[in-house]
């Protein structure tokens, strides 16, 4: 899902997970909007983009439209 939210920018990043009814949700701590993080919808008209991930062998890989970066991040960097 985009770091971004979708409604005014929100640090969805920063955003609280939380479960109901089985569906997993992040909540923008901006404005309360929630989307859930399989889908990205929201309760309201919104819709945030999700990309496919996978992991294996301990690395998560993000399917996207275009290059995101050719070398994985060191483990000892912190972003």
Request: glycine letters at 10%; proline letters at 5%.
């Amino acid at each position: 899902m985009d770091a971004r939210c979708a409604h005014s920018g929100g640090p969805l990043c920063e955003g609280d997970i939380e479960e109901a009814d089985g569906v997993l949700q992040v909540f923008c701590p901006w404005h309360d909007y929630d989307f859930d993080l399989r889908t990205g919808k929201s309760g309201t008209s919104l819709q945030q983009k999700v990309y496919e991930v996978k992991l294996e062998d301990g690395n998560v890989y993000v399917k996207h439209g275009s290059c995101l970066s050719l070398q994985p991040f060191p483990a000892d960097q912190k972003s």
